[in-house]
C-alpha cells in the first residue's frame, strides 16, 4: 500500500508559479512511477505529468510542456511539480498518483494509488 498526500496548492495569478509536492508513505516508494493529473469542473481527470521510479524518464502533457517539470526525491518519498507561467486553464484539482510498473504512464488506469488532491486555482 501507498498513501498519498498533495500539498501546495493554492489561489495565485497568471504568470506565477507554484510547486506541488505528494509525500507518500511506505518503504517502497522509489520502485513506483508517479504521476500528475488534473480535474477541472465538470471535465475529466486528464494526464499532466509523469516520471518514471528512477527518475531517469519524464513525460508532459503537451498543454504543459516547457512550463511545468516533475521531479522526485526518493530518500523524501515525494514527488514534485513545480509549475510555471501559469495560465487560468490550469485551474483544477490537481492529483498525484503511484504506478506499480515504476514506468510512469500517460493512462490513468496505469495507476495504483492515488492521491485526494489539492485545489489550484489561477485568476486573470
Known amino acids: 500500500q501507498v498513501r498519498l498526500v498533495e500539498s501546495g496548492g493554492g489561489l495565485v495569478q497568471a504568470g506565477d508559479s507554484l510547486r506541488l509536492s505528494c509525500a507518500a508513505s511506505?518503504?517502497?516508494?522509489?520502485?513506483?512511477?508517479m504521476g500528475w493529473f488534473r480535474q477541472a469542473p465538470g471535465k475529466e481527470r486528464v494526464f499532466v505529468a509523469a516520471?518514471?521510479?528512477?527518475?531517469?524518464?519524464?513525460y508532459y502533457a503537451d498543454s504543459v510542456k516547457g512550463r511545468f517539470t516533475i521531479s522526485r526525491d526518493n530518500a523524501k518519498n515525494t514527488v514534485y511539480l513545480q509549475m510555471n507561467s501559469l495560465k487560468p486553464d490550469d485551474t483544477a484539482v490537481y492529483y498525484c498518483?503511484?504506478?506499480?510498473?515504476?514506468?510512469?504512464?500517460?493512462?490513468?488506469?496505469?495507476?495504483?494509488?492515488w492521491g485526494q488532491g489539492t485545489q489550484v486555482t489561477v485568476s486573470s
Open positions: 498518483a503511484a504506478d506499480s510498473d515504476g514506468l510512469g504512464s500517460r493512462r490513468r488506469e496505469a495507476y495504483d494509488f
Open positions: 511506505g518503504r517502497t516508494f522509489s520502485g513506483y512511477g
Open positions: 516520471i518514471s521510479f528512477t527518475g531517469g524518464g519524464t
